[in-house]
């Protein structure tokens, strides 16, 4: 999955889309005789900027909990992390923003219809989206998960490639397809170049000793890296390095190195421009 700018739910253009028509049809219901008039547009596009603003601001939560606490970890506690939150952040941003528009712009009151029935459709539409995202998350969790036939026996290891498990199946990842590997929270990922991740029972130190040395690198206690995403290096106070990376799903733009560790950095980069 990607991070923060990337849009790996492909949401960016169908959501808003959804919005608008959700929007649209609230609208209606309150005000029926409003349809395609001027009314019906000015309160369709004030309505649609708010609802996108919202929407944007529960779709970060839901990014980063993708990051902290993915389905793979447990999927009920995931559901209960994301599901009240996104409640809280979709309707409560919403109503703060039209109590501030009514306030200061308009310098009236909310209309109660607003809290009689706005925001209860706004609500009923906030758990449709999560049950959206929830679906997609799951289906891209374990769609990358490829499941051999339960007659058919795996070696004990393949060479150039790291066993990935998932329940009582095992398949194999090339080490030349692993981009880089992470640890949060006490979870271990392993992210490929067509943007999947896995999450595996083997930790960094693990890691280190299988990934082929002359490959990958463990820039410090969280990333061991490729060295196909080593941009450049910039020096830092008492001996640290900068180490900045090209752009990858979930991957800062760049990782601080040790003092300690530096010294083999550069000589380790240094082995891959020979």
Known sequence: MKSNN??????????????????????????????????FFKTLAEDTLVTTLCWYAMRSYVIWLDQVYPFQKNIAQRIILQVPAALVINCGLLLMINETIQHYYYQKPTPTVVYTHHIWVYAIWTLLQNA??????LLRAFKSFETTPSDVKLPLAQPNKLAIKLGNKEFYVAFSNISYCTVTDHLTAVHTNHEETFIIEKSLDQLTALLPAQDFFRVNRQFIIHK??????????NGK???????????????????IKAPSLKKWLKQQAA
């Not at 889309?17 to 005789?33: E, H, K």
Request: glycine share 2%; charged share 20%.
């Open 6 to 39: 990337s849009n790996y739910y492909h949401d960016l253009i169908w959501m808003p889309f959804l919005i608008i028509l959700m929007r649209s049809f609230d609208i209606l219901i309150v005000y029926p005789d409003a349809f395609l008039t001027l009314r």
């Open 132 to 137: 959206i995202y929830i679906t997609l998350g």
């Open 228 to 237: 196909s995403l080593v941009k450049s290096l910039e020096k830092q106070e």
């Open 241 to 259: 390095v900068k180490l900045c990376l090209k752009e990858a799903a979930k991957l800062p733009p760049s990782v601080s190195v040790s003092r």
